[in-house]
């Protein structure tokens, strides 16, 4: 059974966007109220410190989603697997919604925050790769960059739908109902979302890439294996592509929106509104980014996002600075906006990096170890921690930029197809 182009790009990037809008609203909460409800008793930068640390704990765990999930993509197929993905994530968000804060329960109430996260980020951690491959697999390996893009459309929609729910929800109550309440809201419409792409991914066929080598009885036993054993080289490539645009993506969709309401710049509103622009026209500009990849590479796209991606940090801390809102979205809109250009072909770029039988889990464990040895698990923590003991702008800037560096490095040495 084959599947229309339509079909399959729609079935890649809903299960992403729907991914990543459960993840994005649990960052923005982090940002915005979860020192409030889970962590009460600290200092107000300390209970800040500690909700990023629960969104930390999403990345930490995304290295065993990656292993678990990539074993089984590569040995049973990519469809299934993003079935299990799609209701982990769905589950854990409902129960999160429900989540009774720290008044309630005490300290049982962040011990389960933190548990509910760790399962989001297994969720999260096997679903980039399959929903990567669902589309990109439907063409030869020089033909792969469009089709890889369509899951890299979810983060981007994935953040506009959040920012754009917490607005609107923070903008129709006041801050105490919000803070009481008004929080779970959009943790609540992630459940349409989820099936929204239940309906559409339960009836997509597997990519023809990998149901030949299925076919003939070619399927690996242990593909994390092979992987650590025969591709290390290549791990390693791919993960250090993942580094300096987490950092990045860090920087102006989580550390933002806690930066200009705790210095007094912006308002709440101010924040998540210039986040919801410069996510969506960062879709609009993964979507060219991907179309580019077909005719240039991959590798040549990522290295042109990541050099204009490297003044970036600087660009929004003076934008932050100006104590206009125009000016705020203007620095989060260009720095989104480089950011989509390194990630439209980072999913073509790191899949090109291993053979079809070990693809899944070696994207996988690439993808979710280069942000956590990056510090993308550990970067809004990084630059708190940084701010605090500065009291500069200036050394969070040169933190992204080294990132960055490190992933131009990696992708000099990448292979690439055109």
């Not at 999403?58 to 678990?68: A, H, M, T």
Request: hydrophobic residues 50%; positive net charge.
């Amino acid at each position: 059974m084959t599947t229309s182009p339509v079909r399959l790009a729609l079935g890649s990037a809903i299960g992403t966007t729907f991914e990543w809008y459960d993840f994005m609203v649990y960052n923005t909460l982090a940002a915005l109220v979860f020192n409030h409800v889970f962590f009460p008793e600290a200092l107000p930068w300390m209970g800040t410190l500690l909700a990023f640390s629960t969104y930390a704990v999403g990345y930490v765990s995304r290295p065993l989603g990656s292993v678990i999930f990539g074993w089984l993509g590569d040995r049973t197929g990519r469809r299934h697997v993003l079935m299990l993905t799609l209701a982990l994530m769905g589950l854990t968000t409902g129960l999160i919604a429900l989540l009774p804060g720290y008044a309630r329960l005490g300290a049982i109430s962040p011990v389960l925050l933190v548990l509910l996260r760790f399962l989001q980020g297994i969720a999260l951690g096997g679903e980039w790769a399959g929903a990567l491959l669902l589309t990109a697999e439907q063409n030869s390996e020089t033909a792969m960059g469009m089709g890889a893009t369509w899951s890299q459309l979810g983060p981007g929609l994935g953040t506009v739908l959040s920012a754009g729910v917490i607005w609107g929800v923070t903008r129709s109550m006041d801050a105490a109902s919000f803070q009481d309440w008004g929080w779970r809201l959009p943790l609540f419409l992630s459940l349409l979302l989820l099936a929204a792409g239940w309906v559409v991914r339960s009836s997509l066929s597997e990519p023809p890439q990998f149901a030949e080598r299925k076919a003939r009885g070619e399927v690996l036993a242990n593909p994390v294996g092979a992987v650590l054993r025969h591709h290390g080289r290549s791990l390693l490539i791919a993960a250090s592509t993942r580094i300096g645009p987490d950092v990045l993506y860090a920087l102006l969709t989580v550390f933002s929106l806690s930066y200009v309401t705790q210095t007094g710049e912006h308002t709440r509103s101010a924040a998540l509104m210039a986040v919801f622009a410069g996510s969506a026209w960062g879709v609009i500009v993964t979507l060219l980014a991907g179309r580019f990849s077909n005719r240039w590479g991959a590798k040549r796209i990522f290295l042109v996002g990541t050099v204009c991606a490297l003044p970036a940090a600087f660009v929004f801390f003076w934008c932050a600075a100006s104590h206009q809102a125009l000016m705020l979205g203007f620095g989060i809109c260009l720095g989104l906006s480089v950011h989509a250009i390194t990630y439209a072909v980072q999913g073509a770029l790191i899949s090109q990096q291993f053979p079809v039988e070990v693809r899944y889990s070696g994207s996988s464990i690439a993808y979710t170890c280069g942000s956590l040895a990056g510090g993308g698990a550990f970067a809004p923590l990084i630059m708190v921690t940084l701010f605090r003991a500065t009291h500069l702008e200036l050394s969070i800037s040169l933190y992204v930029v080294v990132a960055l560096l490190v992933s131009g490095a990696g992708a000099m040495l990448a292979r690439g197809t055109r």
